[in-house]
Structure formats: C-alpha cells, structure tokens
C-alpha cells in the first residue's frame, strides 16, 4: 500500500536516456537488430506507461503491444537518416504520460514525462533507469545527460551557469566511466569526481560495473527534502566542476535583459524620459549622473514630480519609472537614492544598448 505521503506529494517528472551506439553508425538500426524492442520491452514491463497510443505526427495508431509498435516503425518518414514518434497513454485524460523517441545512425534518446509522479513512480523510473543501461551496455555508451529530473522550482545561485551534460534540476544522474571522454578536459575532471569523490551528506552513490547512478534525491515525498536536495546538487557542482556562466548573466550575477531598441524611442522635444514600454507602462531614463553627488537635486525634483502625475507630456501613462546608468558602478552608486524617489529599479547598459539587471526576478541563494 502506498503511503499517505506519496498519494498527496506528486510533481512533475522526466527520465531521459541518451545513448550513443559504439563503433560505426548503423543506418536504420532500429529495424536490423532488437535493440529497440529491447528498449520497448523495458519500458513495457516497468509499468510506468500504457501502450495506448503511437503518434507518428503525420498520423495516430492505436496500439497495446510492443509488436504493435515494432509494426508501425518501417512507416515512420525518415529524416536526416532519423525518426522520431511518441507513445502516449490515453487512459487517464487528467495526466500527461507520454514516451518520446528520437533515433539516428549513431545515436538514440529517449524520454518519458510524467506530470503527477510519485515516489512509486519515482522509484519505478530508476529501475527503468538499471535496466535499460544494463541491457545496452554491450552496444551503446551512455552520455551523463542520462537522468531524472523535474521542472520544481527551487533557489539558484548567481550568476547561473550552463550545466551543461548536467542538467539543472536533476535528481538522478547516472555516469559511466568512460561516456564523456570526448568533453572539454576541465568538465571531463569536474564530471569524474562524481563517479569517485566524496559527496555531500545524504548524497547516495550506488554503482554496477562502469555505471554509478547519484542519488541527490532518494525520496520525492517531502517537497523542502527535494528543495534542498536541487539546491545541495547546484552547490556542489558549481564548486566542483568548470562550467561556462550562462549567456545572459555576467560574473557578477546581473542578467542581461534586452536591447533598448526593443522599447519605444521618446522623441518628443524636452521630454525628460528617453524610453518607454507602452505594454508595461515604463519609462525609461538615461541618466550621466555626477559621480560625486549621485541624483542631483533638479534631477530627484523632476523625478518626484513624474512620480506622482504617474504620466508623461504626452499623456501616456506611467506605472514605472527605471534609471539607466551608464556603467554597473553608477549603477550601485544610485540605486538606494532612487529607491527613495519611487524608482523601481536602476539598470546599466554597455556598449551594445543592452539592458543589464543588478537584481533580476527569482528565488537565489546569494
């Protein structure tokens, strides 16, 4: 019987399994040999999805066999020598359960999406998990992106970085020892520590021959458990393995926003705003301020007083009033005195016209 725990506490879950077949690229490998059907007859027998439906996008079948779907495979329109098709289960309208399949030459991945899974089905997934890599093992090489994952928000740290072959949001992440040698040296080091270094605390490590799967997260039936367990994961990964930031934040944490060619240029005479978003109602103001004295006093009269008219000359309406700076220490020079005058934030921008936020939305750990 489950537990009380696991029939209130789901969340949204995906195992992903990506494979790359060792040796030469075989053409059409899913119809010479039983590696799919080995894949299918897994999937089947985990019970973590009904054969209901295959969906070839071009078309829908109804199936309830692994034979069935075999049947349909030689259908598929091949693409760039790869197919893709999903299965889904029908039975239950409420949920969404479907296995998505991609396949190619030299490659496979596949991944099955849960949207109310529990600790049962959480459990069921990691079987998956051994027995699909167990039962390849001799023929395909499987890349760190194999895991379970969920899309459950939790704190991050800044600046954010791209994880990567180690995708953020990770409960499970299974190795093997010799399936990222082929990744820049640095995260090829950083990525081998899981296989062999100490981990934190509750941190679980289970191995079998070349494979370890890490456990961040041995039960999903505790939401502030899983929290910490993404936030413990985000932790050590980002001091122990070289990853490059993401591409819209900068090292010191500030995302990058827009371009200011995205907003409305005011080119009214004597207007004092130089921007404005008419779908949110802010005006923007290019501000060179003096470094030494911060907002001048015409300047925090004049900003008051668009304040509290809440509109500019023209009429238009003001919800929001942002400063921008031309460079970050400008920036952090003003942002409290703004704040003083009902400024909702300070933003710079660099040579590029782009928009940068010192304090972007979301939940962070620094």
Request: hydrophobic share 35%.
């Amino acid at each position: 019987m489950e537990k009380d725990t696991d029939k209130k506490m789901t969340m949204d879950l995906t195992i992903n399994i990506v494979g790359q077949l060792k040796g030469v690229p075989i053409k059409n490998w899913w119809n010479k040999n039983d590696d799919l059907k080995n894949i299918l007859d897994c999937i089947k027998n985990s019970q973590l999805i009904m054969f209901n439906q295959l969906d070839l996008t071009e078309k829908k079948y109804e199936i309830n066999t692994v034979e069935n779907v075999l049947d349909f495979i030689p259908q598929i329109n091949v693409y760039s020598n790869s197919i893709l098709f999903n299965i889904n289960e029908i039975e239950d309208n409420s949920h969404n359960k479907s296995v998505q399949f991609s396949l190619s030459p030299e490659d496979f991945s596949i991944s099955i999406f849960f949207d109310n899974g529990n600790q049962k089905v959480y459990q069921k997934m990691i079987n998956l998990l051994w027995d699909i890599l167990s039962t390849l093992e001799n023929r395909w090489v499987f890349a760190p992106l194999s895991n379970i994952l969920t899309t459950m928000k939790f704190p991050r740290i800044k600046p954010v970085r791209s994880n990567n072959t180690l995708t953020s949001g990770s409960l499970i992440n299974m190795m093997q020892e010799d399936a990222f040698l082929h990744l820049p040296q640095l995260e090829s080091e950083g990525i081998h520590k899981l296989i062999s270094d100490k981990l934190p605390q509750d941190v679980q490590r289970e191995t079998k021959g070349k494979f370890a799967m890490i456990k961040w997260c041995s039960s999903i039936s505790n939401e502030k458990e899983v929290e910490k367990a993404l936030v413990k994961r985000e932790k050590w990964i980002y001091e122990n393995i070289k990853l490059d930031l993401e591409s819209n934040f900068n090292k010191y944490g500030d995302k990058n926003l827009f371009n200011v060619s995205s907003l409305n240029k005011i080119t009214e005479e004597n207007n004092y705003f130089t921007y404005y978003n008419p779908k949110f109602k802010i005006a923007y103001k290019l501000y060179v301020l003096d470094e030494k004295n911060g907002i001048d006093i015409d300047n925090q009269k004049i900003i008051n007083s668009y304040h509290k008219k809440g509109k500019l000359k023209n009429g238009l309406p003001i919800n929001k009033i942002i400063l921008v700076t031309t460079n970050r220490k400008n920036a952090l020079l003003i942002e409290g005195q703004a704040k003083t005058l009902g400024v909702y934030k300070v933003f710079y921008i660099d040579t590029n016209l782009n928009l940068w936020d010192m304090h972007p939305k979301g939940s962070w750990i620094n």
